[in-house]
């Protein structure tokens, strides 16, 4: 039987975060990921699927127009998937994780306003602003009959913005915390051992980089991927890293963390419209 050991109590070892799938590679220092969606040009394809003016009056009623351009905002879920590596091991033994996305895009205005995007002004009509974004799921769960069993449940916030022209997600970035027992506060804290000698809980946290394409026939996120590592837990993806080094530096390419001090883990992750 494997075992967790944490505070010399053996924990069953049920942990992980992400797919039985094999890890993706990840990109070093830049959250971008090569466009392979529509097998078209990296150009923008823009097409009016609804309507460029702020109402369409019909009769007596007016409707309000949605999202000028190829890109949707509003409600996507989908699913989130890789392997993990936790301090609470002890020898760095993966384990898998799955678990549920649940967001909503947000256009950040119309085209005859400029928004700002790494730098350079941008069409707000072009970008969409991910809004609680979350991913919630039970990491290292077994199944007796057709219920769950044991595992870690984890909690992430996501955020980013959607390039619509480029169809990719720009700054995505990931803030997770795993617990053994119960989250707490919102799922960003433990329930197990909470307040006692100082700690926050029994579990731990990490953070790091969110990328995916944006496909404009199924307004999904595709390819998307994930990396974390718990030597950014807390960070934001802009603030200065543990020594101040790049990001690049905490991730793994395999996803497999063996050193003490080096844990994290990788995967992939999809998101679906859902009016």
């Known amino acids: 039987m494997r075992a967790w050991w944490s505070f010399g109590v053996a924990v069953p070892l049920t942990w992980l975060l992400a797919c039985s799938s094999a890890s993706q590679g990840f990109p070093s220092e830049s959250t971008s990921v090569a466009d392979d969606s529509d097998g078209g040009s990296d150009g923008a394809v823009f097409f009016s699927p609804t309507f460029d003016d702020a109402s369409l009056s019909l009769g007596d009623s007016t409707v309000a127009a949605g999202n000028s351009g190829p890109c949707q905002g509003g409600k996507y879920k989908g699913t989130f998937a890789g392997l993990y590596t936790s301090h609470l091991t002890g020898v760095g033994i993966p384990i898998p994780v799955t678990g549920n996305v649940d967001m909503t895009l947000d ?19 072009d970008l969409f602003s ?21 595992g870690f449940p984890y909690f992430c916030t996501m955020s980013g913005t959607l390039d619509c022209p480029g169809k990719k997600l720009v700054d995505g970035w990931i803030q997770c915390t795993y617990c053994v027992g119960p989250l707490a506060d919102g799922g960003m804290a433990c329930s197990l051992l909470d307040g006692v000698a100082g700690t926050t809980g029994v579990g731990g946290h ?41 990001v690049s530096k905490y991730l793994s390419d395999s996803g497999l963390y063996l050193g003490p001090g ?3 883990g990788s995967g992939t992750w999809n998101a679906t419209y859902r009016p």
């Open 130 to 150: 991910l809004q609680d974004g979350t991913i919630t799921g039970v990491a290292d769960q077994g199944m007796l009959g057709d219920a769950g069993v044991g």
């Open 262 to 264: 080096d844990f994290g």
């Open 206 to 246: 990490f953070a790091g980089p969110l990328t995916a394409n944006y496909d404009y026939s199924t307004l999904s996120f595709v390819m998307g991927t994930w990396n974390g590592a718990e030597a950014l837990a807390g960070n934001d993806g802009g603030s200065p890293t543990p020594d101040g080094g790049p």
């Open 107 to 125: 256009q950040e205005g119309s085209a005859q306003t400029m928004c700002m995007l790494v730098g350079e002004a941008t069409k707000c009509s």
